[in-house]
């Protein structure tokens, strides 16, 4: 490929392009590594500065805004970025605090509050409560309920493997009580809550997902094994 000749190195605009591309492919091994991993650079600004610097000048670049990828699962593309100041970047930030313990954005357990989740939002340097809920997936589709509504930049909240070990340990709870004759009704709230919220972190409603399983087991027909299993018809010899 020819080298290019354009005269811009060490100029701050230059910098950020270098910058773009080592978060991407660069080997150094740090906690910035970890944030890009998977992301790239479209080919036309990776091989030629002057196309990215055509495109900085021609969509609103200046000296105290910095490059903002507009959805953080994607990488550096025309169509995917903008110029943006520190307050605007700091609301699309893709990485989660180190000290988060809910795995969500926007979600605190409050136990003062009859032990429940605060969801919350961090909105023109102010600091917005959502409201309480029993489970952090309702918690955490409020916050996304809200981005929504008002048109936010902020990162959505995406289900992860805490969001099924919060499900595994309320199961796990549930037999527990079941077992040694305690009473089971705040286990089965909190089971059904979190049921809700998972729900809604994947465009459904739980009604509607009960529906659907109700439908295709309603008509099957079968036998109860002596331990408590249910034999479909067809499925024994």
Known sequence: MKKEIHGKSGTR????????????????????????????VCDDWRNSFIS?????????YSADLSIDRINNDYGYYPENCRWANNSLQNCNNRTIRSNNTSGFRGVYYYEDRNKKWW????????????????????????????????????PKNKLTKKSMLYLM???????????????????????IAHLDGIAKLKGYSLSECLSV??????????????????????DTK
């Open 119 to 154: 969801a919350y939002i961090n909105k023109d340097s102010k600091r917005k409560s959502l409201g309480y809920f029993y489970s952090p997936m309702q918690a955490a589709y409020a916050y996304n309920s809200y981005i929504e509504e008002n048109n936010l930049p902020h």
């Open 169 to 191: 340990k309320t199961v796990g709870n549930l037999a527990d009580n079941i077992n040694k004759g305690r009473t089971i009704e705040e286990d089965i709230k909190l089971y």
């Open 213 to 234: 399983s109700y439908n295709d087991i309603k008509d099957r027909k079968g036998h109860m094994n002596e331990n408590g299993v249910f034999i479909k018809e067809g």
């Open 13 to 40: 605009l230059y910098n950020i392009w270098l910058n773009m591309k080592n978060r991407c492919y660069g080997k150094a091994k740090s906690k910035e590594r970890d944030t890009y991993k998977d992301l790239d």
């Open 52 to 60: 990215f610097e055509k495109w900085s000048l021609m969509n609103g």
